[in-house]
């Protein structure tokens, strides 16, 4: 056996641990009986004993550096490349640091959860801080000398740094500023009543369906926060229901199902190999993105929606097909980023992006971050935070040690402007197809130019060969101002 | 650390693991997408490589060795007693042969469903010859000089011997036969009509609460063959519906729920270590049987059952509570195990005994073994097998290689016998509660007698203790000749 070929054997065991290891994360937020978390603990903590200790394997050192020697073909040259550079992550971060890490955030993330039920910052600011050093420490010794906030995003976004980041936040915001000042400016209709669940459920099912979602290797149920999970055969999606706002329930089948349909649409040779899942955490994001945003908020196919609705649920008080499209892109004052439409959104992720920036390079201290972020709302936003659970507590990443991982949502938009700007040109018919809820040739499209390549280019440059240009902030900015200027009149 | 700690760590490590890829066969058969088979095959394959590895180890037998010269306290001795098992027969079977086996009795499974689905004996009989000829190799590896039997046998209940069964099924036999005669000679009402599949869960759901389940620790869902799984705090057993016979999906439930309840009643010091487990696949079958038959077909408790089933069904065809006792327990012809009653059940097992220990001796060929079973069934039953899945293809279990499992399920009956006698003796107003539909009494008696012990206790010593007395059958027919002697008028 060639080295090549023997740690290609290696490898695929390990991903097909790492798939049961994620697939036990499924079971956690959807059928795991309440009584068997700390047991759960342990469970999950030797799989990802088992995993580490196969990353950082020095027979995989050896024989990586052997099949380095001897592969030429594109396809083995890309999945050494990933092979490497998960190598290098992987024996580069001490041991200790790894396993403190992994029991810390473990802690904090429960922290963190009473700390948001209780509105009580204080209370978790001491196991964040924690958390801040610790990965201070894992970016140094990621770090090779860079800085240590680009060393955290290469984990999710490899090849992007915050240098890039700067310059495109600061081409979005301004447009963004002035495109939201006309939107909040103007009235906004809006959903009201009871949407029964199963209705709900049942009309996400078809959604999954519509949009590509192949449900013969992957299933849909509810958790209390969506989410996507696994790769290759078994890509699993998660949905929730409140029946006041069923658009949360279809957005979020719809948001889900674009990332499932990625790691559906790579190709079937390389399942259970590095370059078998997505590639980056923004270029999952702009499928995600563009299955909710350009497609299903999109004008043509909110027709289609209201008349599946109206099916569904009989007359809601909507009086009629531009109505709906209104309410469903509503542009709203809030707190929460998760919430927000599709002016907003990047506003939220940039706050976020500067503080944990400035938490990382040691200039705001996770005891001032509390003020900083209440600060940076009402400047942003122009009013203030009500509480610490509409505020600095709203989200899950930090106490997970998730720093370098919101600017991929905006990256994630950016490149589903562009990709999106290539889509209409290459479907001119998308309109039409849209208003009659066909979504085949957009997603076929999406999973030839993006989904089918997985791992085999870098995140720029898939995105790049999909739209024949370099990604850019222009087309999903010019997107918005059409749509939006149009909205706002 | 001491040895025995440092042993104990990596043993709690194992068992986590083989509890998660034990979840993935329960995932497989609940919830798994269809297309994910052949993925998952590969990631059941890779936790089975971890496991093995594990369970191989030098370092392990090093270890282990070092603790042994050390522990001295009971409970330790036991913990190291299930480790030098596991590990000498871990050691004793060569690599390849353990590969091969389960390469093999995966293909075997898959052609056993499809023989079984053509009624085509002759269709399975090479791949089962070459499971045959492995299973003998890795009994040899096994024996020691023993008989080969003897040497799967322990696999399943460590401490019995075909000697010993042998003995079993001669004083069985003669009194089993007697009472078939007698209760085939009788008329049996049976349940007739559709029972609607929301009512029987509910009433599944019911009952397992009743039995003691706690379901904040486990859950219940849908599968083609109910089984349990799991140990310590998630323990998920499954049912199954079908419109015209609720009994099977009622009596699944409470068989199930034995099993659970065995694995739920362990003393959690116990949990992710050797003795966190059912001790033998008999003690286990002795806690799903008494559940479900000496408990759950009794006469007070089918009284209580009735007046469920009235509230929940309305009027089904039955008179009154002495009817429908009769119809849970008719006594019928039949082929298939399992769905025997209570006196023809062991008749199957009896059978599969013996020409499982031929085909293992070498005495019988497997293109000889359809002709085998059928005479042997005619002989025993009075008619002839009608088709190949209503015989020889019936059961799933020689197709993965379970040689000696069959006769636990005797074991388990035996036992069941032994503990409902003591747990009369101990529970005076069983009746009483049994016909209000309380048995809390009733399986505390048996969590404290039984389930609590885990692995701490062989097999039958387990039993003794709790009965005051070796496991014999005379309890058990004695129950039999009572119930279906009074039955059969």
Not at 141 to 151: E, I, R, W
Not at 463 to 478: E, K, Q, S
């Amino acid at each position: 056996m060639s080295a090549y070929d023997d740690l290609m054997a290696r490898e695929r065991e390990t991903q097909a641990l790492a798939q049961v290891a994620g697939r036990l994360g499924w079971d956690q937020e959807t059928m795991m009986p309440r009584g068997a978390a700390d047991q759960r603990a342990e469970e999950s903590g030797a799989m990802q004993a088992v995993l580490h200790a196969r990353r950082v394997d020095r027979a995989r050192g050896d024989v990586l550096a052997e099949a380095e020697g001897q592969a030429t073909e594109p396809v083995a040259r890309a999945q050494l490349r990933h092979i490497r550079r998960d190598y290098e992550r992987a024996v580069k971060v001490p041991g200790d640091l790894a396993v403190a890490l992994a029991r810390l955030t473990s802690r904090a993330q429960g922290q963190w959860a009473e700390a948001r039920a209780a509105d009580d910052y204080a209370a978790f600011a001491p196991v964040l801080a924690e958390v801040v050093r610790l990965k201070r420490e894992e970016a140094a010794a990621l770090s090779a000398g860079g800085t240590l906030y680009d060393a955290l995003l290469e984990d999710y976004e490899p090849g992007m740094s915050a240098a890039k980041l700067d310059a495109m936040f600061a081409e979005m915001r301004p447009r963004l500023v002035a495109l939201r000042g006309a939107a909040l400016a103007v009235e906004w209709p809006r959903l009201e009543g009871r949407f029964d669940r199963d209705g709900q459920l049942a009309l996400s099912q078809d959604l999954a369906q519509v949009f590509g979602y192949d449900l013969s290797r992957g299933r849909l149920d509810l958790a209390v926060h969506p989410f996507s999970s696994g790769s290759g055969d078994d890509v699993r999606i998660t949905t929730r229901v409140s029946e006041a706002d069923p658009f949360n329930c279809f957005y979020s089948t719809i948001h889900e199902v674009g990332h499932a349909c990625y790691e559906q649409g790579i190709d079937p040779a390389y399942r259970l190999t590095p370059l078998g899942q997505g590639v980056s955490m923004g270029v999952h994001e702009s499928q995600s993105r563009i299955y909710e945003n350009q497609l299903g908020r999109s004008r043509a196919f909110c027709g289609w929606l209201y008349g599946r609705m109206r099916d569904g649920f009989g007359d809601f008080g909507i009086a009629d097909e531009e109505t709906f499209y209104r309410a469903v892109n509503r542009v709203h004052r809030g707190y929460i980023r998760t919430e927000a439409d599709e002016v907003q959104y990047n506003l939220h992720v940039m706050l976020r992006y500067d503080l944990e920036r400035a938490l990382i390079a040691g200039d705001l201290s996770v005891a001032d971050l509390e003020a900083a972020w209440n600060d940076r709302f009402a400047a942003d936003f122009g009013y203030a935070v009500d509480r610490a659970s509409n505020g600095v507590l709203q989200d899950v990443h930090w106490s997970v040690g998730l720093f370098g991982y919101f600017p991929t949502y905006s990256l994630g938009n950016l490149y589903a402007g562009c990709l999106f700007e290539a889509l209409q040109a290459a479907v001119p018919g998308l309109d039409a197809q849209l208003a009659r809820g066909e979504l085949a040739e957009a997603t076929v499209w999406l999973r030839g130019a993006v989904q089918r390549h997985g791992g085999l280019f870098e995140p720029t440059e898939v995105i790049a060969r999909a739209c024949g240009a370099a990604p850019t902030a222009g087309p999903l900015l010019d997107y918005l101002d059409r749509k939006f200027g149009d909205l706002a009149g």
